[in-house]
């Protein structure tokens, strides 16, 4: 069995580890020629401001009093004579430039919405994930093609854009990354310093030659990244006054930038300033996800070759934008953020950065149509030359008479569409130039993606194929070695045949021979060589088939059909609460209903009602707003005085009992009981802090962490070293230790033991959470405690015998093995249970129902600087822990049931599987970002959930039987 389970978590991995080779490899190529326009650019510098989590609202609306709070950039007002306050039209969008909506993809976060700035291309998230800091993947990007790019900014953002640059060209100055603090008392001076930094540089270069010679050469850029506003949108929301405060800073100081600049430059015309966002955000302060205020940022842009603003009658938009801005008469244009890359281009006149795959916005150029006409014939070459590339890629690993070229863009039509666009240039046809160029660019962009995709099926089909072959080979393991479907049914055994192994060993030549000359990569041999093995194991239990389908035709059909209904639905209900929470409201209220469709409501009145209570309260936390959006500190505090509460009595009652309860675990209680306390302090006390914007108190600091991270250090001060050099554990070791230790020290019987656990982990998530979701693992767990008492009920009423009642039943490490049974057909209900529990784990409170469900306030009490990995590390704890306490009840019921952890453990892994299969299938790859991203992250999960409970059965193991004592040995209690 151990052989089974190291080779079914390698299979996992490979069935997970798939995903990335089919959906999520770079789309990036390499090998194309440079091209840039051929005539005079209109500016020799380029000033990008980014503003980094501004929505296009924030920037655009009018506040209460009709006033905007970018006066500079938006409108400005003024009093004039007779005290009349009046707007006037010394401003940006009014007055000098072009304006409209940046449309970012999901993820809309900083980093891949930089790349899809600077560079014109949407990273895949297999880049995004691989780091902040650095480069991943080698792409081409704006500050790479230019004389000289000057940055200043985050040191998370900046890096990323320097580190690959050829030559040594890009500089960039930043700040601390210590100053990234959520908790600061005025984020504004992330901002401010950029634009201090930025005015002390050109005072420097005054008296600095070399400096004032680079400065004033051409093809030069700017980069301020201004990280204020996203601070303290994340810190403080975006409706909140500190904000909107920080935008009217920024615009204060774009203003000063832009009035030094002519300064410096003498009012040379020469300098095109572009003004916009990385990505918005959410009202409840985060972002990730595909929301229109997530979505949609600002785009305004003035100076040298840039269009002067445009009124208008009537625009072409279907939303109600323009009205609520009060800009309904002035031209909005547009754009998807990479098409920003080859605007900027275009307006220096460097080369298209090769992997851009934006489109050239001419309708924001101020030019000639000439200039128009060629920029956009530059713009769909470079895009071709990657198409041309990625096709000479793909014909050249695939045979001849098993290639398919993408049609709609043959070489003959690629030859007609450039020769016509040039005759077309040389008859001064110009918008036709810029309308054939847009059909090749598109017809281009098309053939990317269909090379791109192109052994999307082949590889699909082979882990279709192994994901079938796995799910019925653990299918025939169960009924097998764990039930006694087949008991009497079967007969005498066959030897088997040499030919079923020969034919699969010729099967898999044949598929290595395929793979080998058409020199794929050695990931290819895995997934087409994997389901051989697999189909083979199937095939050898041919028998076990055959005497499945005797024993299930003696079945009356009704029966039959009528439980494959019923686990048919209950899959499909876990995969539909994956796209709609309320479906774990349904099927809790389901559950709630259970004991009285069955004779448990007779045996057992009183734990029927308490499963229906808390089943039914349970079903509540789906139904509310994801957390983070409306925080409460209340309910955290509510929270905490219900464990205290529950403490009492549970400490009171054990109390009575002492011939099971003694002195030593009444310690750990009373300790555990203070962490609870002192959690709740901290909450409040950090809560309070940051509203006076005094940051995070330093103490509260080392609280958390002690309390996460070194729970038994309190323990430290009332036995010597000696004590815990008896007990195998070193002082320093010991210090070490997690906080997970501290039910180890607790009585091995199964309540108290459960309990201890709940207690030590709910210490940890009253820190990490902000509102209604301290409740969950509360009521989660009474619902655990419940469901271990009714599943005993439910074995008795079949005729399963049960030696012990739930109260004096003790964990033990190792089990009598007679004391096994075979499965039953209700095991499989328990299983599905299990399955349904950790889904409403996930997605109970909304945790990971999407990535703006991230809330930064929730780790507010360990850290406020930024660090998106710790931070990462914290919320993917809070999510575990009520994972954590599901698994252990779990490992209650697989010991009140008398049933072996591996059988019942096998059912689990054939409904994740199922629904792992599920989700591969609705994998997508065309619609929105936010579907495609939604669809990929559904199979993420539930793969990386069978993965994980296979090492998360073991941490439970330990937390369950393991048993430690404050003085003499250690101890492990047996039945």
């Not at 244009?333 to 950065?353: C, E, H, K, R």
């Not at 990317?448 to 089909?461: A, E, N, Q």
Request: glycine share 6%.
């Amino acid at each position: 069995m151990l052989l089974f389970f190291t080779l079914g978590l390698l299979i996992h991995f490979v069935f997970f580890a798939s995903i990335f080779d089919i959906y999520f490899t770079s789309p990036l190529v390499h090998g194309m020629t440079p091209q840039f326009t051929p005539l005079p650019p209109p500016a020799r510098r380029l000033v990008l401001f980014v503003a980094d989590g501004l929505r296009a609202d924030a920037l655009y609306e009018l506040d209460e009093n009709g006033n905007s709070r970018a006066p500079f950039i938006r409108q400005a007002c003024k009093l004039i004579q007779r005290h009349l306050l009046k707007c006037y039209s010394e401003n940006i969008i009014m007055h000098e430039g072009s304006w409209g909506i940046s449309h970012t993809r999901v993820p809309t976060e900083s980093r891949p919405g930089h790349v899809a700035l600077i560079a014109g291309f949407y990273e895949d998230v297999s880049a995004v994930a691989k780091g902040w800091k650095e480069n991943p993947v080698e792409f081409d990007s704006l500050f790479n093609e230019s004389k000289y790019t000057w940055s200043w900014g985050s040191p998370d953002i900046l890096p990323m854009f320097a580190k690959g640059a050829s030559g040594d060209h890009v500089y960039t100055y930043s700040y601390d990354a210590k100053r990234e603090d959520f908790g600061a008392q005025d984020a504004t001076k992330l901002d401010t310093w950029v634009f201090d930094n930025v005015k002390d540089f050109f005072h420097r270069a005054r008296n600095n030659q070399s400096l004032f010679s680079k400065l004033n050469e051409e093809k030069i850029v700017f980069f301020l990244h201004l990280l204020g506003i996203d601070t303290n949108g994340h810190a403080h929301r975006p409706s909140s006054r500190d904000y909107k405060d920080n935008i009217k800073k920024v615009d204060d100081g774009v203003k000063e930038i832009v009035s030094m600049f002519n300064h410096f430059y003498g009012n040379d015309g020469k300098t095109t300033f572009i003004f916009t966002s990385d990505h918005g955000m959410t009202d409840w302060g985060s972002h990730g996800a595909g929301h229109p205020s997530e979505t949609l940022t600002p785009l305004v842009t003035w100076g040298a070759g840039i269009k002067y603003p445009q009124r208008v009658s009537a625009q072409q938009f279907d939303d109600a934008f323009l009205k609520e801005w009060r800009l309904e008469n002035w031209k909005r244009l547009d754009v998807n953020q990479a098409d920003i890359a080859p605007l900027m281009t275009s307006l220096i006149g460097v080369p298209f950065p090769l992997n851009s795959v934006g489109i050239l916005p001419v309708d924001y150029l101020n030019n000639t149509d000439l200039f128009k006409a060629e920029s956009m014939f530059t713009n769909a070459v470079q895009i071709l030359e990657q198409f041309k590339v990625k096709m000479t890629q793909k014909k050249e690993v695939t045979l001849p008479f098993l290639f398919t070229p993408f049609k709609l863009l043959s070489d003959s039509k690629q030859f007609n569409i450039l020769r016509k666009a040039r005759s077309y240039i040389k008859h001064r046809k110009f918008d036709e130039v810029v309308s054939l160029c847009k059909e090749l660019i598109h017809l281009a962009l098309k053939g990317l993606s269909y090379y791109h995709t192109y052994d999307r099926f082949f590889l699909g089909v082979n882990v279709v194929i192994g994901f079938v072959g796995w799910i019925s080979y653990a299918s025939l393991l169960i009924i097998k070695s764990h039930s006694n479907l087949i008991k009497g049914v079967s007969k005498e055994v066959k030897k088997p045949s040499h030919l079923l192994p020969c034919s699969f060993v010729a099967v898999g030549i044949l598929v290595a021979f395929f793979l080998l000359i058409q020199a794929c990569p050695w990931t290819y041999y895995v997934y087409g060589l994997l389901p051989v093995p697999i189909w083979y194991a199937v095939l050898r239990e041919f028998q076990v088939i055959q005497d499945l389908v005797a024993s299930v035709l003696t079945y009356p059909l009704s029966h039959f059909v009528g439980y494959l209904l019923a686990f048919t639905l209950g899959i499909e209900v876990l995969v539909l609460s994956f796209f709609y929470r309320y479906m774990l409201t349904a099927g809790l209220t389901a559950f709630a209903a259970w004991p009285f469709l069955t004779r448990l409501w007779t045996r057992a009145k009183m734990t029927s009602l308490s499963w229906t209570f808390f089943s039914l309260l349970l079903a509540v936390f789906p139904l509310m707003p994801v957390v983070g959006r409306k925080p409460d500190i209340s309910l955290v505090m509510g929270s905490g005085l219900l464990v205290l509460l529950l403490s009492l009595c549970v400490v009171t009652s054990l109390m009575k009992r002492k011939d099971s309860f003694i002195k030593e675990e009444l310690l750990v209680h009373l300790l555990q009981v203070l962490s609870t306390v002192l959690s709740m302090y901290v909450v409040y006390s950090t809560q309070s802090s940051l509203l006076r914007k005094q940051g995070l108190p330093l103490m509260n600091q080392i609280i958390s962490w002690a309390t996460l991270g070194a729970y038994c250090n309190c323990q430290c001060i009332l036995y010597s070293g000696k004590t815990w050099r008896r007990n195998g554990l070193g002082k320093n070791q010991f210090l070490r230790t997690s906080s997970l230790i501290v039910p180890l020290l607790s009585s091995p019987v199964l309540f108290q033991r459960l309990f201890s656990i709940l207690l030590s982990l709910m210490s940890t998530y009253l820190l990490l959470s902000t509102g209604y979701e301290a409740l969950f693992p509360l009521v989660l767990s009474c619902l655990m405690f419940v469901w271990i008492n009714i599943e005993q009920e439910t074995l008795q009423q079949s005729g399963v015998c049960c030696k012990q009642k739930v109260t004096s039943i003790q964990f033990s490490y190792n089990t009598d093995i007679t004391q096994f049974r075979q499965l039953y057909l209700d095991d499989i209900r328990r299983a599905f249970f299990l399955v349904f529990f950790l889904v409403t784990a996930f997605f109970g409170t909304g945790n990971i129902a999407s990535i703006n469900s991230f809330d930064l306030a929730s780790v507010y009490c360990f850290l406020t600087v930024f660090s998106p990995f710790m931070m990462g590390a914290l919320m993917m704890w809070k999510i575990l822990i009520p994972f954590v306490l599901v698994m252990c009840a779990f490992e209650a019921v697989q010991l009140t049931t008398q049933l072996s952890s591996k059988s019942l453990f096998l059912i689990v892994l054939v409904i994740s599987d199922i629904m792992a299969l599920h989700f591969f299938f609705l994998v997508k790859d065309y619609g929105s970002w936010l579907d495609i991203g939604t669809s990929i992250s559904h199979y993420v999960i539930v793969m990386s959930m069978t993965i994980f409970l296979v090492f998360l059965n073991g941490l439970v193991q330990l937390l369950t039987t393991k048993k430690l004592r404050l003085c003499g040995k250690p101890k492990s209690h047996f039945m």
